[in-house]
């Protein structure tokens, strides 16, 4: 009898093993994203104070359907992005803008979160440093 509980067990055991194992498998399944960015990070260490800096995030659908840029978020008010305001149909291509406020003097790394109609949010960074050597004030 002893023999037979431990078959039943040992049976039921990998049934429930073999089940949550399959559960896994599906929950780790990530599907890739319909949107393509040449890159997720853009450097630019040598800004002069001031410049109107724009760093450019260029990205491709290579979806079945049009991708729709609902949200993108920066990480701070130091920083703007403009997204497309147009679906972008499959196969093509358009891009984020984002601007710094380079009147911060110093190193920067900020973030911009980018949210679509399919897909998770894409995080994009853009790195830099401005320069400290400040332009002379203007005499009125």
Known sequence: MKLFMSIVAAVALSFSASAQ????????KIEKAPITFKTLEVNKPNIAYGADETFTFDFKNTGKTPIIITNVQTSCGCTTANKP????????????????DTKRVGD???????????????????????AENAPAPVKN
């Open 85 to 100: 305001t147009e679906p972008v149909a499959p196969g093509k291509s358009s891009s984020i803008s984002v601007k710094y």
């Open 21 to 28: 194992n399959s559960k896994d498998a599906k929950s780790q």
């Open 108 to 130: 920067f790394v900020k973030t911009i979160t980018v949210t679509t109609n399919v897909g998770d949010p894409i995080v994009l960074t853009i790195k830099g440093k401005v």
